[in-house]
């Protein structure tokens, strides 16, 4: 009964709801990285990209932890939501917002609406579903490979090989892959979307500064000097987060990045 109950406490829904979180943040900085090497150029790019393709079956486990997460985080979240207002069933007529600032009154509010965003934007840029004219595009590029008799092989598949390798020629390897830079590009051109991107990441970063501020809470972490510098620094790690993704939409819309595509 003891597990149960456990089970049904409000206690596991935010330990549920902090273990998740900590995993979206992750990914929200490590796809930050990754996208950022969009100024450095096309080709830095669409090497990135490839390399995350040619996870494989990897790629799909991580897509499925990520949306797995984010499903938990929104039931609980819901749950706890929904508790917290059973609690307090009376509703007073002057209400006082002197502690509960904007982002923590609005945490279910946007967090929805981030989901709502994300479903669209993996439509987009991830399935191609919304705008197909957008992800249709691939672009061949030359990478250093080796021929044995004329047959293009890699640098592996020579190694299982050492017989042959006195019928090797250096040469350039033509290679097709997806030009996830074009695609961004085209995305971004149009100010409706780039609008809703910027929107979405805004929304993204009042929602992460209250977040990091609960998952400390949570752990009971908390006092009268850390409380007050914790919560100064998740506002400045969500405003360099939220800056640093709309640079990208912002500088595509000002011809400052892909301006040849």
């Not at 509960?100 to 987009?124: C, P």
């Not at 009042?206 to 400390?216: G, M, T």
């Amino acid at each position: 009964m003891a597990i149960l109950n456990f089970l049904r406490s409000t206690i596991l829904s935010k330990v549920v709801m902090a273990a998740t979180g900590v995993i979206l943040l992750l990914f929200i900085c490590g796809h930050l990285l990754g996208n950022m090497q969009v100024f450095i150029g096309k080709e830095t790019f669409n090497h990135y990209a490839q390399m995350l393709q040619s996870l494989g079956e990897f790629l799909w486990i991580i897509r499925g932890v990520l949306l797995l997460s984010l499903v938990l985080h929104i039931i609980t979240s819901i749950r706890l939501s929904v508790l917290n207002n059973a609690a307090k069933p009376v509703k007073y007529r002057v209400t006082n917002y002197v502690k509960a600032k904007v982002n923590s009154r609005s945490m279910l509010l946007t967090g929805i609406m981030i989901a709502a965003f994300l479903t669209y934007h993996l439509l987009h840029f991830t399935l191609g579903v919304t705008n197909p004219d957008h992800y249709s595009h691939n672009e061949y590029y030359a990478e250093n490979g080796f021929t044995v008799q004329g047959t293009s092989v890699t640098a592996e598949q020579l190694n299982d090989n050492p017989d042959a390798a006195h019928y090797i020629d250096r040469e350039e390897i033509i290679v097709e892959r997806h030009d996830v830079y074009k695609m961004v590009v085209l995305g971004f051109r149009e100010p409706l979307i780039a609008v809703a991107y910027i929107i979405g990441v805004v929304l993204l970063g009042f929602h992460l500064s209250h977040a990091i501020q609960s998952f400390f809470q949570t752990l009971g972490i908390t006092g009268p000097k850390f409380t007050p510098r914790m919560v100064q620094c998740s506002i400045i790690f969500s405003i360099i987060v939220v800056a640093m993704y709309i640079s990208i939409p912002i500088s595509i819309l000002l011809g400052l990045v892909g301006g040849g595509v």
